[in-house]
């Protein structure tokens, strides 16, 4: 028998983590040295695994400036069709790995580490998420650059530069507490900033209405200081730009009229203007109406626009510099993407600049702005769309709420020339909503300002279309569209889960990577024995490698042969959470009542942030901790069902978690998820999936086939049949004797001895005011995770449907997703051609 290979060995086997030539390695080595003695200023007897983090990330950073500059350089030269994604959130996670990836340095850098006598996947562990985002939308925007790069579109993502970004949660005696997460307290190697760039972003004031147009005076300026990150495309040598603004006072601020005699105080008070880019609203899902987010929303929009004009006035015309003053070409050159309302500013600021500063006529400049602005919606819950009150506007933005009121009253003249009379009508469509506290409604500010509005997964497109938009797609049906969401391939795949990746390749090739509908020829592959016994080893030492950490980390034994079953999301009523509670709870039961029957051991784990002010939220965390004291604690049950919390669920543990999946929860009640990706990460890496027909579940089980996903529940239009007779919660309590006793052990304080009413809101809700109808997909459930243990038990026809899955996975690559923007929305066309590569450091 040959000896095991090491890790570093076996990984230097799999080759989609790139070659390592000799040379390569050499030079990576030298660099690396030279940036511990030059950047770090360390020699390696004080240096730290930071240190050493640090010098490896500059190493590979250096790779990407020659791309990065020529990418730039091409993009000025060609002066293509630009794209601007802009996004309140960058969800990005870590970034030293990724660019590995997609440089191809990934086994070259473990080799070098290796022979420096480093392990390289510790020096990975030092590095911060880039935290910019709270869930889905942001994770979204991340996967959408890393395509847009890859598929060589001119694009550029624009946010926020957050100090800091989703809180670090912590777990303390079962209840959720917030940690600031101080992400830039060691630098971030990854950013440089361009104070060169920046920009001033006006706020307050009043304005004037002049013969020769409106001006906008008394203004409060704030700076806006440009932070550019590199976001590299898969293997072809482009790197397209992220710029993150950050607010910076200026150096006047306050001292010129009002506060002349109190330096100290002015000096101080600066702090207040830079507070707009301290902190991530951590709200998933849920518009809180707070001055500091509008001006957040605000300033983003203001800054990027200046960007967007100055770039297009000032592009190269064949070989000669122009200064284009035609904005009629915008159109043509410009296609500004809205992700969700957060950046709706962008419509009145547009207009603001064409026709206050450009002094376009209005007809004209709408004409342009309606052409280069689109916008995608993401929820249909109504607690999350933005209303912003009309008087915070006025204070802050008085010139826009002018412009807002005749984006308006032209609308609400269309409106009525096409449906005269309906008053109802014009009611419901209107910008401004009347009633006690009047407001803008965001969502149709960006409806009337696009040329596309669109949903992100089928079936949440039409629901757009026959209920909130109805009225909107009656008026206007051409603008409606779907862009199902997708990941990226790279970081959900290749990096996160290498084995599977190699056991792919070496049936298929690497084409996948970029072109993962290839995935498809994996069904020619279900009944070869030599496949599905990779795949399963592949699950299994993925599922090794996770109970590792999390027995390191959480100090819990795991049973690897268990069934791990994972729900990993934001915590939020509509996605149920409480539904997987009452399974979990059940099947306990179930085990005690009958201990010595074979049950299918599961390990059941639930990880998610809940806002810092959603009370229920964080009741459910309260519960799932509370559950697991008692399950896990139990010797007749053993280690066959733990129930685990997932201590701060964010991009990097997701990293870790989706690989090691055997089954993947999806329970939201139908038509609430808009349509999730999290579904999307675990069927790409072999999870089955368990899930209701909302969102992208309902196209994943059309790819992977009804037979390979277990659906259950309440199909939308059963939600809304019921929503009309009424729903009676009790009614299936009193029907169902095992839900009855789940719920009356929450009520009994069997989960809570100490304190036998703590979950008496929940129950409450659950019994008496629940908007998501928990218990009228109970039953269906409970059934189908029967079916789902059956299935466990015979692991060839388990890991056959997961290949059916993954094969199905193709459709849910954003780059399918990008195209599909590209060439329907913004009326580019995406190239996979690589640019030459550049001489990289030696
Ligand atoms: C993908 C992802 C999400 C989105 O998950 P859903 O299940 O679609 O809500 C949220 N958070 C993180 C960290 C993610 O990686």
């Known amino acids: 028998m040959s000896k095991p290979l090491s890790d570093h ?67 000025y030269e060609k002066d ?80 926020i530069r957050y100090e800091f970004g989703i809180f670090n949660q912590k777990i303390d005696n079962g209840w959720q507490v917030e940690e600031a997460d101080d992400w830039l307290r060691y630098g971030n190697p990854w950013e440089k900033a361009r104070p060169e760039y920046m920009r001033p972003v006006h706020f307050y004031g009043r304005t004037e209405h002049h013969p020769d147009g409106v001006r906008w005076v008394d203004t409060q300026v704030i700076l806006a200081l440009p932070y550019d990150v590199p976001v590299p495309g898969y293997r072809n040598n482009i790197v397209n730009t992220m710029r993150l603004w950050s607010a910076k006072a200026p150096c006047d601020f306050n001292l010129k009229d009002f506060n002349v005699g109190d330096y100290i105080q002015a000096v101080l008070d600066r702090n207040q203007a830079e507070n707009i880019s301290r902190v991530l609203y951590p709200n998933d899902n849920f518009f809180e109406g707070k001055e500091l987010r509008l001006k957040q929303e605000y300033f983003v929009v203001a800054a990027t626009l200046q960007d967007i004009i100055r770039r297009f006035k000032a592009s190269k015309f064949g070989t000669r510099e122009i200064v284009r003053t035609d904005f009629s070409t915008l159109p043509d050159k410009v296609a500004i993407q809205l992700n969700d309302t957060h950046p709706a500013l962008a419509i ?57 009121f005749e984006i308006n009253r032209r609308h609400m003249e269309r409106v009525s020339s096409l449906y005269p009379g309906d008053v109802d009508r014009m009611r419901r469509m209107s910008l401004i909503e009347e009633g006690g506290q009047k407001r803008v409604n965001m969502a149709h500010l960006c409806i009337v300002g696009s040329h596309a509005v669109n949903g992100v997964a089928r079936i949440h497109s039409d629901i757009l279309k026959a209920t909130v938009f109805k009225d909107f797609y009656e008026m206007d049906p051409h603008k409606f569209q779907n862009k199902t969401n997708g990941i990226t391939p790279r970081r959900w795949l290749v990096m996160c889960n290498p084995g599977l990746a190699e056991v792919i390749a070496e049936r298929i090739g690497e084409d996948f990577i970029r072109d993962l509908d290839q995935l498809q020829k994996l069904r020619n592959f279900v009944n070869d024995e030599a ?124 990293e870790k978690a989706v690989p090691a999946a055997d089954l993947s929860e999806q329970i939201s009640t139908a038509g609430t998820e808009a349509s999730g990706t999290g579904n999307m990460k675990f069927m790409l890496n072999g999870a089955l999936t368990i899930g209701t027909m909302d969102g992208a579940n309902v196209e994943m089980a059309e790819e992977a086939g009804e037979d390979n996903i277990f659906i259950f529940g309440m199909r939308v239009e059963d939600v809304d049949a019921m929503d009309a007779r009424g729903y009676n919660a009790s009614e299936y309590y009193n029907r169902l004797p095992e839900l009855k006793q789940a719920i009356d052990q929450i009520a009994g304080g069997f989960f809570s001895p100490k304190q036998p009413d703590l979950f008496k809101d929940i129950v409450n809700m659950l019994m008496h005011n629940d908007r998501f109808k928990v218990f009228a997909d109970y039953e269906d459930y409970i059934k189908c995770q029967e079916k789902v243990n059956a299935l466990y038990k015979k692991p060839k026809e388990w890991t056959k449907k997961a290949i059916y899955n993954i094969a199905g996975s193709g459709k849910f690559s954003s780059d399918r997703t990008i195209s599909q923007y590209a060439r329907e929305i913004w009326g580019v066309e995406p190239t996979l051609e690589k640019l030459a590569a550049p001489d990289d450091p030696k």
Not at 58 to 65: A, M, S
């Open 80 to 159: 293509p069709k630009r794209v601007y994604y802009i996004s309140l959130e960058f969800y990005m996670g870590r970034t030293l790995q990724n660019t590995m990836v997609n440089l191809a340095l990934e086994n070259a850098c473990d080799e070098a580490t290796y022979q420096l006598g480093l392990d390289m996947e510790e020096l990975q562990e030092m590095e911060e998420d880039a935290g910019l985002g709270n869930g889905g939308l942001g994770r979204l925007a991340a996967c959408f650059l890393d395509s847009m790069a890859s598929l060589g579109l001119a694009a550029y993502g624009y946010g």
């Open 348 to 404: 009145p600021e547009l207009m603001r600049i064409l026709v206050d500063d450009e002094k376009l006529p209005w007809e004209k400049a709408w004409d342009i702005c309606v052409k280069t602005c689109a916008y995608t919606n993401h929820t249909v819950l109504p607690e999350a769309l933005e209303r912003w009150p009309l008087d915070l506007f006025q204070t802050l933005l008085p010139r826009h709420l002018e412009i807002i």
């Open 9 to 75: 060995e076996r990984k230097k086997q799999i080759s989609v983590r790139g070659l390592a030539g000799v040379e390569n390695v050499a030079d990576l080595k030298k660099n690396f040295n030279r940036h511990l003695h030059f950047t770090l200023v360390k020699d390696r007897n004080v240096s730290t695994k930071r240190d050493y983090y640090f010098a490896l990330a500059h190493t590979v950073r250096d790779h990407l400036v020659g791309r990065w500059i020529r990418t730039q350089q091409s993009y």
């Open 531 to 654: 496949f599905i016994r990779d795949v399963a080893k592949v699950k299994q030492e993925n599922k090794l490698k996770f109970a590792v950490h999390l027995e390191e980390h959480y100090k819990v034994k795991i049973n690897p042969n268990s069934m791990f079953d994972i729900q990993v999301k934001r915590i939020h009523e509509y996605k149920r959470q409480l539904l997987n509670c009452l399974h979990i709870i059940t099947y306990y039961n179930r085990i005690k009542k009958d201990p010595n029957k074979q049950w299918t051991p599961r390990t059941i784990m639930i990880g998610g942030k809940a806002a810092p002010g959603y009370h229920t939220a964080k009741m459910i965390i309260r519960l799932i901790t509370a559950i697991g004291e008692v399950v896990n604690h139990d010797p007749v049950v053993g280690d066959r069902l733990k129930v685990i919390f997932l201590e701060n669920y964010r991009v990097t543990l997701a």
